[in-house]
């Protein structure tokens, strides 16, 4: 989450009911001091209930725009995949071009704006799957899975006599976050780990058991999550070993496994697993 943030990227997070989605989405926005909003998708969701509305207001005699929850800095989409494609493709330009438009009307999204879209990969039935292009716009896949026995234990100690986010304070503010993002950019990437990065995506194209690669799009977000990994780390310099920690995360949503794969059981983390196997990984010269 935290490399999301550096980049501005937006997360899918795939995981069963009560593994605490909703509460991580509140817990970052209000670290952050951001402005958060959450959007429960179903299948009478309509786009305009997302994007917003133009109304006539009888006191300006006038139409006048009623933003959606969409414009807010951090937006949690929980259980996207409720909805019809018409409703989720409401999401397709503001999660890539941070605006969004209504009645020919062009709308610029506070910023940092990031998406949290949740859904739960066990109950399938009247779902709709995510297309490939609004898959491609997230930066990050990942699973926040079971806690320990242990951690457990203190989830249910930390909400003995309330809930650990009524008291939960910001950090920093949204302006701070967005020159920690400029400052991830110039993180240092040496030209064999850019290499090593682009023949990850590119490999994902050549693999037999793989029938849609990764796009350009996730070259660039395997780049600057990398950038934000080495911050993360307390480096000025990504390593191959980032690159390769977080492949699974920002490549595997983003094929398509063939036929042939799908039938012998293996997973897109399991065909990602494969490519980085096979594409050698950069050493620093003696």
Known sequence: MLVALLCEGHVLIED???????????????SIEASFKRIQF???????????VFYFNQRIGDFEFRPGPLLANIVLADEINRAT????SALLQAMEEREVTVENETYALPRPFIVLATQNPVELE?????????????????SVGYPSE??????????DKGHPLDTLLPVLGPAVVLAMRDAVR???????????????????REHEQIELGVSPRGSLALYRASQAYATVRGRTYVTPDDVKYL?????????VPSADARLRGKSSENLISDV???VPVPVEAV
């Open 16 to 30: 069963v009911p009560g593994t605490g989605k909703t509460t991580l989405a509140r817990a970052l926005a209000r």
């Open 247 to 255: 492949a699974p995360a920002v490549l595997a949503h983003r094929i």
């Open 276 to 278: 980085s196997g096979r």
């Open 85 to 88: 494609p018409r409703t989720q």
């Open 42 to 52: 179903t299948p009478d969701l309509l786009p305009s209930d997302i994007t917003g």
């Open 186 to 204: 110039a993180v240092f990437v040496a030209p064999d780990v850019r290499r090593y990065i682009t023949r990850l995506v590119r490999s994902t």
């Open 126 to 142: 009247g779902t709709f799957p995510l297309p490939e292009a609004q898959l491609d716009r997230f930066m990050l896949r990942i």
């Open 150 to 159: 242990d951690e457990e234990e203190r989830i249910v100690l930390s909400q």
